[in-house]
């Protein structure tokens, strides 16, 4: 095999494995981190890159030259577009860090002079001109305005590290300062891989071409790996989740897609030049050595976990590990449901019965969920009274009822009822045997178990649920704390994206239910001096916080049901307030359901910034006052 063959091929598998691993890094950061103003100014910067090495992939093996240099040209889109955005992601940083904005005017006039090197590069020859091929590699030639471009260029790549290493050194904590090492190490990633370096200079004849092939190998494989560490220590900046919930994240999203990508391209390539030794026709072995590869990496990922895990979580391992078994070993009310089935299916063919019911007792009322062999539960059965299961008469460890053999279940102090089995006719008769006593007894031990567990999680999750947002409020102090010194003041709940999920939470409860009573929104200082007023009921606080701002989004004048501007106070009224249903809403409104339910996101918003301003006032009073 031709060794010069050979580099081409595998330079080519790169550079689509670096437009995979910089498009799916663009990727997350939107998906995950589109909030950090970081993040957005390198995701731009992570399609520049993806633009310039989807071109050269495009260029691999290409026929005709004009085609190529039509590729060529618009490949300088990116590459006209990449020092404004080196501009916008330094400035991103230093606000970051160093609270520092500067010169606001160099933004639009590096964009505004990027559009200009953009058109006259696409329609013109005054940047680059006639398309060129050296030792296999097609590039154009450099025009008069190229050189000023890259003086440029490279004056704001170098200008833009050292301001990188300036914030490092700024930063306050030792994993801050670590991270954005990584980050300025992996900073002139983008510049390596849009600049044209053909343009500079041609490939000298007397040096064999074997050696170009090779360093842009290396190349590729450097820009790909210093993407990955700039997009490491970006991920960090602005996020609002644990460090380690980061790492893993964002580990496990590398090794399922950019490193799955290149281990699939490099398996298709192989396939292809093996193709024609083993006299196959083409896409035969490389499309099955693609699939095999998907696969397998995926399964390696999985079998891995464990190894991942263990590198990633050196110093919190054993809490974690307790953390992960714990959700693992949570019942749920499907897996609850789905294990007292069986129960209840073991208990009906010990006993040779029909059918049968499960009853969980929830806040003193019966709750039927569960059965089996029965189409329905019988009325008389659903209508059960608490009283007839302890006045009812009993034989062995049974009540009988209604044709029914019931077997009450108990907490380990056998005080508090926690559900009812009962068995319809069985055929067994009474007294049981031996086994099927101690059978009997194994199954209710179960079911008793798998109820007690679950009612206390049912407490555990009460408790927890809030303490979420104190959660969010450290993550939140930490990544601002973590770049930079500041102090975090009058942060409160209204800061949160989850603001107007509460919002509708209380109003969907609104006149009581646990959304109300729960709600995060009772921690708000306005809600705590509204419930001065109904001594000291936060609820009733909460419930009058909202009365007001609802009074506050109400226009000036008399009500109109169709007018525009009252469109969003009716709807919160007349659903949340007044419980009306959505077709009469719809109806009265003279609205679909679609659009009603688009103004109503509209009117939870408008009211969320009405409670936040409020919020803000009751703690300016507040600090006032003292």
């Keep these: 095999m031709d060794f010069n063959y050979f580099l081409i091929r595998v330079n080519d598998v790169l550079t689509a494995g670096v437009a995979a691993t910089a498009f799916a890094l663009g990727l997350y950061l939107f998906f995950y981190n589109r909030e950090s103003r970081v993040a957005r100014a390198f995701i731009g910067l992570l399609g520049c890159v993806s633009l310039v090495y989807l071109t050269d992939l495009l260029l691999t093996n290409i026929a005709s030259l004009e085609r190529a240099a039509l590729l060529l040209r ?119 891989g849009v600049f044209p370096y053909m343009l500079l200079s041609s490939w000298p004849e007397s040096v064999p071409g074997i050696l170009l092939w090779l360093f842009l190998i290396l190349g590729n494989v450097a820009v790909a790996t210093m993407l990955v560490m700039m997009a490491y220590g970006v991920a960090f900046i602005g996020a609002l989740t644990p460090n380690r919930l980061i790492k893993h994240r964002l580990v496990r999203f590398l ?161 508090d009822l926690l559900g009812l089995v009962g068995l319809r006719s069985p055929e067994s008769t009474l007294p049981l045997t031996a086994d099927q006593t101690a059978w009997l007894d194994q199954l209710v031990l179960q079911a008793r178990a798998a109820l007690e567990d679950r009612r206390l999680q049912q407490v555990v999750f009460r408790a927890f649920a809030p303490l979420l947002p104190e959660f969010q409020d450290i993550h ?39 959304r109300l009573t729960e709600n995060p929104l009772l921690d708000l200082e306005v809600v705590k001096r509204a419930a001065e007023a109904y001594d000291g009921n936060a609820v009733k606080g909460l419930r009058a916080v909202i009365g007001d701002a609802l009074e506050q989004l109400r226009p000036s004048g008399d009500r109109k049901l169709t007018a525009p501007e009252w469109l969003l106070y009716n709807i919160l009224e007349m659903k949340f307030l007044r419980g009306q249903k959505v077709r009469e809403v719809t109806r009265r409104l003279a609205v679909s359901e679609s659009d009603l339910y688009r103004k109503q996101r509209i009117a939870i918003e408008n009211l969320a910034n009405i409670i936040a301003d409020m919020e803000k006032e009751t703690q300016e009073v507040g600090e006032g006052s003292d």
Excluded at 108 to 120: D, E, I, K, N, R
Excluded at 316 to 327: I, K, M, N, Y
């Design 74 to 192: 618009w490949q300088w889109v990116g590459i006209a577009f990449t020092p404004p955005l080196y501009l916008e992601f330094v400035r991103s940083i230093r606000l970051s860090v160093r609270r520092d904005p500067f010169f606001p005017w160099l933004q639009p006039l590096g964009f505004a002079l990027s559009a200009v090197v953009a058109g006259l590069a696409l329609f013109t020859d005054q940047v680059v001109r006639d398309v060129a091929t050296t030792a296999g590699a097609t590039h154009l030639r450099p025009g008069p305005f190229f050189y000023p471009f890259a003086l440029l260029f490279a004056a704001t790549a170098l200008w833009g590290l050292r301001e990188t290493l300036t914030a490092r050194r700024l930063c306050y904590t030792n994993a801050a300062r670590r991270r954005m090492a990584y980050l300025s190490a992996g900073f002139i990633a983008p510049a390596m």
């Design 255 to 415: 090794l399922r897609g950019p490193l799955t990508v290149i281990v699939a391209l490099i398996a298709f390539g192989v396939g292809l030049m093996l193709e024609p030794r083993l006299g196959l026709s083409q896409h035969t072995l490389s499309l099955v050595a693609l699939a095999c590869a998907v696969i397998l990496a995926q399964l390696g990922v999985e079998l891995a976990k464990p190894l991942i895990d263990l590198a990633l979580y050196r110093a919190g391992q054993a809490e974690v590990a307790q953390v992960q078994e714990l959700s693992q070993r949570l019942l749920t009310t499907a897996d609850l449901q789905q294990f007292l089935e069986n129960v209840l299916a073991a208990m009906c063919e010990l006993l040779r019965s029909a059918g049968g019911f499960l009853a969980l007792l929830e806040d003193g009322d019966l709750r039927w969920d569960v059965w089996c062999g029965l189409r329905d539960v019988p009325e008389g059965v659903a209508e059960l009274p608490l009283s007839e299961v302890t006045e009812a008469t009993r034989q062995d460890r049974f009540v009988m009822w209604d044709g029914y053999w019931v077997v009450p279940l108990y907490d380990k102090g056998g005080h």
């Design 476 to 514: 939140r102090r930490g990544g601002v704390l973590r770049y930079t010194g500041d102090v975090v003041v009058g942060f409160s709940l209204i800061q949160s994206p989850e603001l107007p999920q509460w919002i509708h939470d209380a109003l969907a409860h609104y006149w009581g239910g646990p």
